[in-house]
């Protein structure tokens, strides 16, 4: 009987040792199978969405103007999505590629047959009307104006009267003795007319716009037979873009790209702004031409309020200059007139395949209608920076109330940004194209508004989803939107008088041929240093 009971004893500790072994088995699985099975489940498809919930609720009592810390990115991905991981990597890598420069590089060197300096017949004194872009371009033509007319170019007067209402001199905004010394073998150029001439009869000339050679040395420097000093009332679109002499051409280069620098206090302030936005890595340039002026002045209320609408209706009644009142809003977008709202820029990024954790300098002035048209960007790409973020009240205090200057400011970030989306053609966006063209042909993104809006108004009516189908659409309209070397367009076919003038590239958006050649070619001349 006991050694039945032993037996029985055995058994039944055998059943319960199999059945403990058997349950600790299953909770082992559980641990190393299901545990991080869960926790793989909630890793983030894109890096920042572990942020994203919090700027979502902190959307409405935060303005997107407001310091942001340096982003603070996720853990790497768990072995099992390294692929992903890969292929993600991959299409960012093609996102920040530049495109292909073709070994087109400066060459600015004057030719063998451009002398020096000849000898000035008189003073030039000029007028450098609009905004700083606007006056840049005219400044380096008054250069190669002053060269063709044997003139001493006297330091321009920037314009004080227009829009801005900037009380900068040129020393306030261009480096002054750089510019003398870089054009001595140039022209002439001093910083203030002679005392014994302060009082002479000048002749005030409105130089016909879009001149050649031959207006300049027929009928501008025929003027020196009576008067010593000629006066450029207006300095912009004065020059023709096309068909002057190649050492002129290349002299306007050599003004805008090397003599033209900015004073030293901005080129500080600028590359300060730079490194800030290095910081966050590589990073996209945004002229966000949504403001006050330019809607007013365009007509473009998409995404306005009434009341808003007929604010920027009564500035543009108001103002005496602007000579078109009457503007159809709906028209003007659908030509493609108008900038891209933000909200609609959100769109073309996300569409363009830019993770929300791209960061984003805006280079603006004050944005119209402030956080109630910027949420929808902020949502999407809440690394939005501009000065006022990436610098304190006290740096950027010598730059207040200076349109130049905080121009000048934006102007550097989006030259060295690594890629730059204009959403409007303006005097700022053509200068910075131009500028980058220059220096290596430098990702620009110039979005195609014209098409875009129609595509937009589709996902807003409901007929094209916000996805895939879009994302692909948008991509292949811009795959040769994106800055690569061409050469710079004529005006277009039929287009006659003052308007064949205006509708040819501006030099200084593309300065290819004249100012760009290949590599391989005998006349290059890499010794310039641009900045």
Same mark, same amino acid.
């Given at each position: 009987?006991?050694?039945?009971?032993?037996?029985?004893?055995? *058994?039944?500790?055998?059943?319960?040792?199999?059945?403990?072994?058997?349950?600790?088995?299953?909770? %082992?699985?559980?641990?190393?199978?299901?545990?991080?099975?869960?926790?793989?489940?909630?890793?983030?498809?894109?890096?920042?969405?572990?942020?994203?919930?919090?700027?979502?609720?902190?959307?409405?009592?935060?303005?997107?103007?407001?310091?942001?810390?340096?982003?603070?990115?996720?853990?790497?991905?768990?072995?099992?999505?390294?692929?992903?991981?890969?292929?993600?990597?991959?299409?960012?890598?093609?996102?920040?590629?530049?495109?292909?420069?073709?070994?087109?590089?400066?060459?600015?060197?004057?030719?063998?047959?451009?002398?020096?300096?000849?000898?000035?017949?008189?003073?030039?004194?000029?007028?450098?009307?609009?905004?700083?872009?606007?006056?840049?371009?005219?400044?380096?033509?008054?250069?190669?104006?002053?060269?063709? *007319?044997? @003139?001493?170019?006297?330091?321009?007067?920037?314009?004080?009267?227009?829009?801005?209402?900037?009380?900068?001199?040129?020393?306030?905004?261009?480096?002054?003795?750089?510019?003398?010394?870089?054009?001595?073998?140039?022209?002439?150029?001093?910083?203030?007319?002679?005392?014994?001439?302060?009082?002479?009869?000048?002749?005030?000339?409105?130089?016909?716009?879009?001149?050649?050679?031959?207006?300049?040395?027929?009928?501008?420097?025929?003027?020196?037979?009576?008067?010593?000093?000629?006066?450029?009332?207006?300095?912009?679109?004065?020059?023709?873009?096309?068909?002057?002499?190649?050492?002129?051409?290349? %002299? $306007?280069?050599?003004?805008?790209?090397?003599?033209?620098?900015?004073?030293?206090?901005?080129?500080?302030?600028?590359?300060?702004?730079?490194? $800030?936005?290095?910081?966050?890595?590589?990073? *996209?340039?945004?002229?966000?031409?949504?403001?006050?002026?330019?809607?007013?002045?365009?007509?473009?209320?998409?995404?306005?309020?009434?009341?808003?609408?007929?604010?920027?209706?009564?500035? $543009?009644?108001?103002?005496?200059?602007?000579?078109?009142?009457?503007?159809?809003?709906?028209?003007?977008?659908?030509?493609?007139?108008?900038?891209?709202?933000?909200?609609?820029?959100? %769109?073309?990024?996300?569409?363009?395949?830019?993770?929300?954790?791209?960061?984003?300098?805006? @280079?603006?002035?004050?944005?119209?209608?402030?956080?109630?048209?910027?949420?929808?960007?902020?949502?999407?790409?809440?690394?939005?920076?501009?000065?006022?973020?990436?610098?304190?009240?006290?740096?950027?205090?010598?730059?207040?109330?200076?349109?130049?200057?905080?121009?000048?400011?934006?102007?550097?970030?989006?030259?060295?940004?690594?890629?730059?989306?204009?959403?409007?053609?303006?005097?700022?966006?053509?200068?910075?194209?131009?500028?980058?063209?220059?220096?290596?042909?430098?990702?620009?993104?110039?979005?195609?508004?014209?098409?875009?809006?129609?595509?937009?108004?589709?996902?807003?009516?409901?007929?094209?989803?916000?996805?895939?189908? %879009?994302?692909?659409?948008?991509?292949?309209?811009?795959?040769? $939107?994106?800055?690569?070397?061409?050469?710079?367009?004529?005006? *277009?076919?039929?287009?006659?008088?003052?308007?064949?003038?205006?509708?040819?590239?501006?030099?200084?958006?593309?300065?290819?041929?004249?100012?760009?050649?290949?590599?391989?070619?005998?006349?290059?001349?890499?010794?310039?240093?641009?900045?």
């Amino acid at each position: 009987m006991q050694k039945k009971r032993w037996r029985k004893v055995v *058994i039944v500790r055998k059943v319960l040792t199999f059945a403990i072994a058997a349950i600790a088995l299953l909770a %082992l699985l559980y641990v190393h199978v299901q545990f991080p099975a869960s926790e793989i489940t909630k890793l983030p498809d894109k890096l920042p969405t572990q942020h994203e919930s919090s700027y979502q609720k902190l959307s409405r009592e935060r303005s997107w103007t407001q310091e942001l810390g340096p982003p603070h990115l996720p853990k790497a991905p768990l072995a099992a999505h390294k692929l992903d991981v890969a292929s993600r990597n991959w299409s960012l890598d093609k996102l920040w590629k530049p495109p292909p420069n073709r070994d087109y590089v400066p060459c600015v060197a004057p030719s063998p047959l451009y002398t020096s300096s000849p000898e000035s017949r008189g003073y030039l004194l000029v007028h450098a009307n609009g905004g700083l872009n606007q006056m840049r371009a005219g400044i380096c033509d008054m250069v190669a104006v002053a060269r063709i *007319i044997n @003139a001493t170019l006297v330091i321009p007067e920037l314009d004080k009267r227009s829009l801005w209402q900037d009380s900068s001199n040129f020393s306030d905004v261009f480096d002054e003795d750089h510019f003398i010394n870089s054009l001595e073998n140039e022209i002439k150029v001093v910083k203030k007319l002679p005392k014994e001439l302060a009082s002479a009869t000048k002749a005030v000339k409105h130089f016909r716009s879009w001149s050649g050679v031959d207006y300049y040395e027929e009928e501008i420097a025929r003027l020196w037979d009576e008067y010593q000093i000629i006066r450029a009332a207006k300095s912009d679109s004065r020059l023709a873009n096309n068909n002057l002499p190649p050492d002129i051409q290349k %002299l $306007r280069c050599r003004a805008c790209y090397e003599a033209l620098r900015f004073a030293p206090k901005i080129e500080a302030m600028g590359k300060m702004l730079v490194d $800030r936005m290095r910081s966050y890595g590589p990073y *996209i340039a945004l002229h966000l031409r949504f403001e006050k002026d330019m809607l007013a002045f365009s007509g473009c209320t998409h995404d306005l309020s009434p009341e808003e609408a007929d604010e920027l209706k009564a500035i $543009r009644e108001n103002t005496t200059w602007w000579k078109v009142k009457d503007i159809d809003p709906v028209e003007q977008r659908t030509k493609g007139y108008c900038p891209l709202t933000p909200r609609e820029i959100g %769109l073309f990024l996300s569409a363009l395949g830019f993770p929300s954790n791209t960061p984003i300098y805006i @280079a603006a002035g004050d944005i119209y209608g402030g956080d109630s048209h910027m949420s929808d960007l902020f949502l999407r790409y809440p690394l939005l920076m501009n000065k006022e973020k990436l610098a304190s009240i006290e740096e950027l205090e010598p730059f207040v109330n200076h349109a130049s200057q905080l121009a000048a400011l934006d102007y550097i970030v989006s030259v060295e940004s690594d890629i730059f989306i204009p959403t409007y053609s303006g005097n700022m966006a053509r200068a910075v194209e131009g500028h980058r063209r220059f220096l290596g042909h430098r990702k620009t993104i110039n979005p195609d508004r014209r098409t875009l809006v129609r595509l937009f108004d589709k996902v807003d009516q409901g007929t094209m989803k916000d996805g895939k189908n %879009l994302s692909n659409r948008i991509i292949e309209i811009h795959r040769r $939107r994106q800055g690569s070397p061409r050469k710079r367009k004529g005006p *277009i076919s039929g287009t006659k008088g003052t308007d064949r003038f205006r509708s040819e590239e501006a030099f200084y958006v593309n300065p290819l041929p004249d100012c760009l050649c290949r590599k391989e070619s005998s006349y290059t001349n890499n010794s310039h240093s641009i900045r």
